[in-house]
């Protein structure tokens, strides 16, 4: 094997998956990608295995494979592999535990949320901004009591979603705002993570402040659009029963696609 | 505020006078003669992002003179940066003698030279040119191209940026390819738009 390049002989279902048997660590990773961006649902066997794995690991004792793996069963979405993502949570990989926590966030099985649950009362320091994004997205509200004091987080990333779950939650303008805030933000990525906080939102007030943000355009644009799909998602009639929300991000996506 | 044809604006140390100086040339067209055409065309190279932004704005205020100059600087420069704001002034002003640089800039299967967010840019200047046009043949001609930036890329944006450009052009020509693209769109937004359109149109 050279190392002039990645080699990328995987092209279809069955080579990736056997990739991702194979002992070519570099390989193996890219497999797990792969399935997971192609969506190759039958890998969801191989992939919770992978969750196990013991060959690659990294110096600092991180688990690339693990990580990559739940990241691919997320992609997935498939329930059935949540009792092996579960599992997986005890690996104290602190990385590994925020793919998994997102992977079960995008699967939306409620059986994830008792373990979720079980983090937040943790003692040990967690993957807090995942962890209460994945509460927020399952709509876990009983979690509401441990989750206010995260709003004095050192973290401002962890700020921003404890805010969001609030905002979920509440319906204040006042946790909309504590994310508004943060897209004025000197540290580009603080702007670009509330960015996305508002764009899972769906809400007018949050549209408006992305409009204003100083982000780049093309970020502006993909999240207007977010929050065009989940009204659409929510509501599949949303064109004739919400024709002026829909209007209003139609006109704006029209307006940012002229801009650079 | 006198004899200001550009130098102020070759002179200009920060980037608020270059803005200032950018206004002052735009406010007076009578004086969009070459020189300052040539300065604006300069201050798109500019560090500064607000620079860039008021030259654009500033070369679409002057309109069609600015079109040939744009289209040779275009030619000319190889800054990515550079040329997408040519296309962004050139899209704004709508004038058909700018239509081949703008099919060429959305390129075919993929992007020629430009990057994504430049081809949507291109895209709704089409629609631009197409609207303002009399001339038959180039509405024809910014419609085919719409068309096919509609049915065949993988760029969401630039399928939705083309529905908005054939909203705009409003020929009975753009319904037959708007109610083609609604059988085959599977993104939601873009089915969303679609939708809008036909119903503006019909």
């Not at chain 1, 060959?55 to 990241?71: E, F, I, M």
């Not at chain 1, 997986?88 to 990989?93: E, G, N, S, T």
């Not at chain 2, 932004?53 to 002057?62: F, K, M």
């Amino acid at each position: 094997m050279t190392t002039a390049s990645p080699p990328q002989p995987i092209s279809s279902a069955e080579t990736a998956i056997a990739a991702l048997n194979g002992d070519d660590n570099q390989l193996r990773y890219y497999a797990a990608w792969w399935l997971g961006k192609n969506k190759v649902q039958d890998s969801w066997t191989v992939l919770c295995e992978a969750l196990q794995d013991e060959a690659y690991r990294t110096q600092a004792g991180g688990y690339p494979l693990r990580r990559q793996a739940a990241r691919a069963l997320g992609e997935l979405q498939n329930p059935q592999a949540v009792p092996a993502l579960i599992a997986a949570l005890d690996c104290p990989d602190l990385s590994l535990r925020e793919a998994i926590i997102q992977a079960l966030a995008a699967i939306g099985d409620r059986t994830a949320i008792s373990p979720l649950l079980n983090l937040l009362n943790a003692e040990a320091e967690q993957p807090y901004e995942a962890l209460i994004e994945a509460l927020g997205t399952l709509e876990v509200w009983q979690a509401r009591p441990q989750i206010d004091p995260f709003l004095t987080h050192p973290s401002e990333r962890v700020q921003c979603a404890a805010a969001r779950y609030l905002y979920l939650l509440t319906k204040e303008p006042q946790y909309i705002e504590r994310i508004i805030k943060n897209l004025d933000h000197p540290n580009m990525y603080l702007r670009w993570a509330a960015m996305f906080d508002l764009g899972a939102i769906g809400h007018l007030a949050a549209a408006q402040a992305i409009i204003q943000a100083k982000v780049p355009n093309s970020l502006k644009l993909l999240n207007i659009k977010r929050m065009l799909e989940a009204i659409l998602e929510s509501d599949p009639d949303a064109e004739s029963n919400q024709p002026d929300k829909c209007q209003f991000l139609m006109d704006t996506i029209d307006q940012l696609l002229i801009q650079l | 505020m006198t004899n200001n044809n550009g130098q102020k604006l070759q002179q200009a140390v920060t980037p608020n006078e270059a803005v200032e100086a950018i206004h002052e040339l735009v406010d007076h067209p009578q004086r969009a003669s070459d020189d300052v055409i040539t300065a604006l065309i300069e201050g798109l190279s500019h560090h500064h992002p607000a620079v860039p932004a008021a030259a654009v704005d500033g070369l679409v205020e002057l309109g069609s003179a600015s079109v040939n100059p744009l289209i040779a600087a275009f030619e000319a420069s190889g800054d990515q940066a550079v040329q997408a704001h040519i296309i962004q002034a050139l899209a704004r002003i709508g004038d058909p003698k700018a239509l081949s640089l703008l099919e060429d800039v959305i390129g075919t299967s993929v992007a020629n030279h430009c990057q994504g967010n430049v081809r949507r840019v291109a895209a709704r200047g089409l629609g631009r040119i197409g609207s303002l046009a009399k001339d038959t043949a180039i509405i024809r001609q910014a419609i085919d191209k719409l068309t096919w930036a509609l049915l065949t890329p993988e760029d969401w944006a630039l399928r939705y940026a083309a529905i908005a450009s054939l909203q705009d052009i409003a020929q009975p020509e753009v319904m037959p390819p708007l109610q083609q693209a609604l059988t085959q769109e599977s993104d939601r937004v873009v089915q969303a738009r679609l939708n809008r359109a036909i119903a503006q149109l019909v």
